[in-house]
């Protein structure tokens, strides 16, 4: 330190400059400038969607295949009722193999054969092919 002594010793024991016409910035604010910086952008969201788990489409056996069918014959003869039904079906993800097992509430608008959706009344639509489960009070005593 002797060196910066005989370097700077006229002006190192001056008082600190602080200007008459501009406020001082607060402590919070100037430590923000030291803060660190990503250098690679888009590095942490990267790492999280590889650790996002996702699950694995499952195949409905034939069983829960006749029964979604009858269900589905069932809610069509009644669907001018508009009965709220409850689906699981299946979402693949978009990014990376796999999926996520959803539900849908509300009412049933619209069961398609052709299009092969099921429609509720808000507008949302659901593939058949990836429905795993139909629940409805209206089933009862239908089946």
């Known amino acids: 330190m002797p060196d ?3 370097k700077y010793g006229d002006i190192i024991d001056l008082p600190h400059h602080v200007s008459p016409s501009r406020p001082q910035m607060p402590l919070q604010n100037r430590a923000a400038q030291f803060s660190p910086f990503a250098a690679l952008t888009g590095y942490e969201e990267l790492i999280e969607e590889s650790a996002r788990m ?5 195949t409905p056996d034939e ?5 979604l069918n009858a269900k589905m ?13 409850t689906v699981t079906y299946f979402k693949p993800d978009d ?3 796999g999926g996520a097992y959803l539900e ?4 049933l ?6 299009e092969r959706v099921i429609a509720f009344s ?3 639509a659901v593939d058949m092919d990836y429905i795993s489960e139909i629940r409805s009070d209206a089933l009862n005593g239908l089946l």
């Open 4 to 6: 910066a002594r005989e």
């Open 54 to 58: 996702t699950e694995q489409y499952r």
């Open 63 to 67: 069983t829960a295949l006749e029964e």
């Open 73 to 85: 014959v069932c809610l069509r003869r009644i669907l001018d009722q508009r009965p709220e039904v």
């Open 95 to 97: 990014w990376k193999a």
């Open 104 to 107: 849908k509430t509300g009412q």
């Open 109 to 114: 608008a619209l069961i398609d054969p052709q």
């Open 122 to 124: 808000d507008g949302f």
